[in-house]
């Protein structure tokens, strides 16, 4: 009898211990300070700080949702607006060292009028560190409409990314992006940003030099030349610039 009852007290006992243990919650939120917020390497808040956060889901099927909030400047093309509100959803899964990844995505800008938003689907692939993904918009780019007021509809913008562990909490990030405004006018242009990141106690502080071949000649008045909030001031949009951050995922 003792056999058999020994056994089982330690099967129960594991059981038990097993149960005490909570899954990982399938519920995660993060929240960023940034030195400025670059969006696709383009100033959104006139080189001013930004304030970052939201939350995903995700699903053991590989299903995903999640919000991301950021502070925006009304001179970056938001008239009445100061927040941007992404909301997406979409399917992600790793086969062994590879991964895909699509899905959907809306940018809000409450408060702006005329209305300002944007749709996009979009469809990336990883190996190991390194991913790809291509975004495709569904409406008018941001609702800019283009040169003798064609549509932008079918901008698309492709992101080149490196994400490699260097241990003891460092990491090193390269991204490059090129986004193809339809019917725009030096709309078009490339972006690239390399940096550093380190994580300490679950804090990430990273550093990045940002860059963009962007026509933002403020004396000729280039596209990507943007105003202050109350349009005092002029500002290149695509200027390189150092954007130092810090955050935590929770």
């Not at 889901?57 to 093309?77: D, K, M, P, R, T």
């Not at 895909?100 to 996009?120: H, L, Q, R, S, W």
Request: glycine fraction near 14%.
């Amino acid at each position: 009898m003792l056999k058999l009852v020994l056994p089982l007290a330690l099967a129960l006992a594991s059981g038990l211990a097993s149960a005490q243990t909570p899954p990982p919650s399938p519920v995660t939120g993060n929240i960023t300070l940034a030195s400025e917020y670059r969006f696709r390497g383009i100033d959104q808040t006139f080189g001013k700080p930004a304030i970052q956060g939201g939350f995903d889901y995700s699903h053991a099927s590989g299903i995903y949702l999640g919000n991301w909030n950021s502070n925006v400047s009304q001179g970056a093309g938001f008239p009445g607006g100061n927040i941007e509100m992404d909301f997406y959803g979409g399917y992600k899964k790793a086969f062994g060292d590879f991964g895909v990844d699509v899905g959907f995505i809306y940018y809000a800008y409450p408060g702006t009028d005329p209305k300002i938003d944007n749709k996009e689907i979009y469809i990336g692939g990883s190996w190991k560190f390194l991913s790809a993904k291509l975004f495709y918009s569904l409406d008018d780019y941001f609702s800019v409409r283009g040169d003798n007021d064609q549509s932008t509809k079918g901008t698309t913008y492709l992101d080149l990314a490196a994400n490699h562990d260097l241990g003891s909490g460092w990491g090193l990030v390269a991204h490059y992006g090129r986004t193809n405004f339809k019917h725009v006018s030096d709309g078009s242009y490339s972006d690239w940003k390399l940096g550093v990141t380190k994580d300490i106690s679950g804090w990430l502080l990273g550093a990045a030099y940002v860059g963009t071949n962007a026509k933002g000649d403020c004396g000729n008045g280039e596209f990507y030349c943007f105003p202050n909030t109350d349009g005092s001031k002029v500002r290149d949009a695509g200027r390189s610039t150092l954007v130092f951050s810090v955050g935590k995922t929770f």
